[in-house]
C-alpha cells in the first residue's frame, strides 16, 4: 500500500516558472527522500531531507518538511523542459534490518517550452 | 547513470510460467531491493537482500523469491505469474552503513499475456 499521496498528480507550467509539488503521508519517519523518473525508467535520487531538519536546498531544488502534519513540499525554481518527469517522494521509518521506501504515487510534471 | 544494471530491459510471458530477472549493483554496495511499479503507480517494496539473506520483504507472496550473490549481483523469480504481475520491476542498491539514498536501475518491463 502507498504511504504517501501526491498533489497534484499532474501540474503543467511554462519553462521559467516554479514548480511545487506536495507530498502527505502517514506514520513517523527517520527520512523522507524525493526522486524523480524519466518515462517509466529508473529513479533517480534528487534530495533527502531528514525527520529532524525542516528545509534543505540543492541547486535549483528545495525541499521542506513538516513533521507535525506529515507533509512535505518540493519546489523546482525556474523549471526547464529537462524537467519533465514523474517525481515521487518516498518515506523511510526502517528502525532496523531492511530500508523500505514507501513511494507516493507520484506527481507527472510537463514545462512547456 | 547509477552503476546499477538490470536485464534483460523487456519481458514478454504467459501466465503460470515463470521468470527471472536479474540486477547488478553499483560497485560497493551490500545492499539490494525489489521494487515493482504497476503503470501510473509508485513503486511497492518487494524485499531486500544483506549478505545473501533476505532481511525484510513488503506485502508479496511467497512466489516472489529472490537470491543475492557474493559478487552483489542479484535475481528475482516469480512463478505461476499472474496478469497482474505486469509491471516494471526495479532494484536498487545501497551501501548499509551509508547514505540513505538508493540507487535505482533502468527497469526490466515485464508483461504477462
Known amino acids: 500500500s502507498q504511504q504517501g499521496e501526491e498533489d497534484p498528480q499532474a501540474l503543467s507550467i511554462q519553462e521559467g516558472e516554479n514548480a511545487t509539488m506536495n507530498c502527505s503521508y502517514k506514520?513517523?519517519?527517520?527520512?523522507l527522500q524525493w526522486y524523480r523518473q524519466n518515462s517509466g525508467r529508473g529513479l533517480v535520487h534528487l534530495i533527502l531531507?531528514?525527520?529532524?531538519?525542516r528545509e534543505k536546498h540543492s541547486g535549483r531544488l528545495r525541499v521542506t518538511l513538516d513533521t507535525s502534519k506529515k507533509s512535505s513540499s518540493l519546489l523546482i525554481t525556474a523549471s526547464r523542459a529537462a524537467d519533465t518527469a514523474s517525481y515521487f517522494c518516498?518515506?523511510?521509518?526502517?528502525?532496523?534490518?531492511?530500508?523500505?521506501?514507501?513511494f507516493g504515487q507520484g506527481t507527472r510534471l510537463t514545462i512547456n517550452p | 547513470e547509477t552503476g546499477v544494471t538490470q536485464s534483460p530491459t523487456h519481458l514478454i510471458k504467459t501466465r503460470g510460467q515463470q521468470v527471472t530477472l536479474r540486477c547488478s549493483s553499483q560497485?560497493?554496495?551490500?545492499?539490494v531491493s525489489w521494487y515493482q511499479q504497476a503503470l501510473g503507480q509508485g513503486p511497492q517494496f518487494i524485499f531486500q537482500?544483506?549478505?545473501?539473506?533476505?532481511?525484510g520483504r513488503g506485502n508479496f507472496p511467497p512466489r516472489f523469491s529472490g537470491l543475492q550473490f557474493p559478487n552483489y549481483s542479484s535475481e528475482l523469480n516469480v512463478n505461476a505469474l499472474e496478469l497482474d504481475d505486469s509491471a516494471l520491476y526495479l532494484c536498487?542498491?545501497?551501501?548499509?552503513?551509508?547514505?540513505?539514498?538508493?540507487?535505482f536501475g533502468p527497469g526490466t518491463r515485464l508483461t504477462v499475456t
Open positions: 536498487a542498491s545501497r551501501s548499509l552503513g551509508g547514505s540513505y539514498e538508493q540507487y
Open positions: 506514520t513517523s519517519i527517520n527520512n
Open positions: 531531507i531528514r525527520s529532524n531538519e
Open positions: 518516498a518515506t523511510d521509518a526502517s528502525r532496523k534490518g531492511a530500508q523500505k521506501l514507501v
Open positions: 560497485s560497493g554496495h551490500n545492499t
Open positions: 537482500y544483506y549478505r545473501e539473506e533476505e532481511n
